[in-house]
């Protein structure tokens, strides 16, 4: 059976990877190649790398950054940011990664999104969307950093771009960026409704219960963080036995587990009671040597 | 010796995490699309990523397929498709139109039955069966999980397949017969487990370096 996918956004500001706060403030996290590293090691289904002012400031991907990047990690890597050709896509690939995110261009020449699945296949192209509700309620389409309105919803972007090709949506909420107060579960729903490509939620976790109403309650095929994973003792390991505690299924990868933990109310574990922890001895696992 | 392991370049494909991950192993793989190359390699790798139709413009632009054809089926020499290089070697495929494959083994490249609750591509990390254990399977178990992203799949002949997964249906996961190996998924892609069959791969790359 296909399992929930758990996804880190890495977003890319001057070359290190910051935490961002609804599009505006970024606070710095550290190099690229070691935050990919260190996912990989955790246990992630999934990267998305994305060079978040690539775009405004018209440059095109940076290659060098890729390619080290994607020396550390056996996940699948997406790279997004700057892309505006078919030779961009060729290139981001040919450095070491396995999909592209396309956000601007693919708004504004969906042509693109074509192009490159005649290419690279649909399963290669990911078209990301950026929205956030106006003043009337309704969501709107953003591009550049959350600068320029597309005039589009993201329900519209999200059918044009499935019908031009695209294997994947990520839609994330400027409104939750950084907010952790959870995913905008009503966009998603909205969206995942409308299209038949695999939905990745994005925006807002802040709690591991987020990532499980992603899942249950949106219907989205993979739930991304980005901030969450930064500062939070072994992010990856215990959101996965949280959503299994939930029944969610969940590829599970890695010696560490938290399978009989509980969780306090702020999503961290509890600690054991104190008979559990006498009763805890260290187990010895070799290093596997492949 | 080392075996000379190469990657075949046609232009497309995600050849720098295959080349990534046998670094990562210790291998010395070349990537190229010469025919001087292909002649002394003992083994091919086929990448991922990709359209079907365009890939075999590709692989004809560069002129290679009746040299690769040979050496794969009458030197005996390994090769392992990947993704896109699992779908290229059976007869023909539906995807964007029809086109021919490579034809070394019986089977097409078809598409998804849609089902209401599924959505395609099939992508994300999905349970194999393994049928068929050695060599590419050695010390993995059925139920691991492995990476996959494909809109089309292969149906082939039972006593070819390897592996299967389920999505909706029963779809063919990986191939083998005699020095051919395929997988539909990425094992490039797929961490320590992954990495865990292209080391098997290597393994038998050296124990069956062709005698040419």
Known sequence: ?290 | MNPKILIIDYGMGNLRSVYNALKFLGAEPLVSDKSQDLHQADAYILPGVGAFGEAMKNLKQINIIDQLSQNVLQDKKTFLGICLGMQLIVEDSEEQGFHKGLGWIKGHVVKFEPKDHLRFPHVGWNNIDVKKTEPLYRDIQSGTHYYFDHNFHVVCDDENISATCKYGNEIVASIEKDNIFATQFHPEKSQVNGLKILRNFLNYVNTHQSAC
């Open chain 1, 1 to 290: 059976m296909l399992k929930n996918r758990i996804v880190a956004t890495l977003l890319v500001h001057d070359g290190i990877v910051v935490q961002s706060v609804n599009f505006k403030k970024y606070l710095p996290i550290g190099q690229v190649d070691i935050a990919v590293e260190f996912l990989n090691d955790w246990g992630i289904d999934e990267i998305v790398l994305l060079d978040i002012k690539a775009t405004l400031q018209n440059r095109s991907p940076n290659l060098t950054m890729i390619s080290q990047a994607s020396k550390k990690g056996f996940v699948p890597l997406t790279v997004g940011g700057g892309i505006k050709t078919v030779s961009d896509i060729k290139n981001v690939i040919q450095s070491g990664a396995d999909k592209v995110s396309i956000n601007y261009a693919a708004i504004t020449q969906p042509s693109l999104i074509e192009e490159g699945a005649i290419i690279f296949g649909n399963q290669c192209i990911m078209v990301s969307i950026d929205t956030r509700k106006n003043q009337d309620g309704q969501y709107e389409v953003f591009t550049q950093s959350g600068r320029l309105s597309m005039g589009k919803s993201p329900v519209e972007v999200a059918k044009i771009s499935e019908d031009y090709g695209a294997g994947e949506i990520l839609l994330n909420s400027i409104d939750r960026d950084g907010s952790k107060q959870g995913y905008d579960i009503e966009l998603i729903q909205q969206v995942t409704d409308a299209v038949k490509i695999p939905v990745i939620a994005c925006g807002g976790v802040g709690h591991p219960r987020h990532f499980l109403e992603g899942i249950t309650l949106g219907k989205a095929s993979a739930v991304a963080a980005g901030n969450y994973f930064h500062f939070t003792e072994h992010s990856v390991i215990t959101t996965k036995s949280y959503l299994e505690n939930d029944g969610i299924e969940v590829r599970l990868n890695t010696y560490a587990h938290y399978k009989d933990f509980n969780f306090l109310e702020t999503g961290r574990l509890a600690r054991k009671i104190d008979e559990d922890l006498e009763e805890l001895r260290f187990t010895y696992h070799p290093k596997e040597i492949i």
